[in-house]
Nanobody, 115 residues
Framework: VQLQASGGGLVQAGGSLRLSCAASGSTWGIVTMGWYRQAPGKQRELVAT???????NYADSVKGRFTISGDLAQKMVSLQMNSLKPEDTAVYYCNARSSWGAPYWGQGTLVTVSS
């Protein structure tokens, strides 16, 4: 499975960005997709996920500002990020998980929010 992410970049605080990710390869087992992020000197953390039934889950720090949307049948997921803050600066990773729990990761895309 390969995950190709796009989007990201530099934005001022209060601005918006959109990340997109598409899975390819042997994707038939994928049941969950989402986004994680890793800021400098910090551990990777969950941002948002979408699971079967279009159920979504968000980190408390992004609730009300970020919106995840996914098409699990097409193995695609997007993350709309609004009201960005400097503390959102991180490398964002697309993630997919199979029904047997195997994780897959994209290459990471940098989001930088200037104050």
């Amino acid at each position: 499975v390969q995950l190709q992410a796009s989007g990201g970049g530099l934005v001022q605080a209060g601005g918006s960005l959109r990340l997109s990710c598409a899975a390819s390869g042997s994707t038939w087992g994928i049941v969950t997709m989402g986004w994680y992020r890793q800021a400098p000197g910090k551990q990777r953390e969950l941002v948002a996920t979408v699971t079967p039934g279009n159920r979504t889950n968000y980190a408390d720090s992004v609730k009300g500002r970020f919106t995840i949307s996914g098409d699990l049948a097409q193995k695609m997921v997007s993350l709309q990020m609004n009201s960005l803050k400097p503390e959102d600066t991180a490398v964002y990773y697309c993630n997919a998980r199979s029904s047997w729990g195997a994780p897959y990761w994209g290459q990471g895309t940098l989001v930088t929010v200037s104050s």
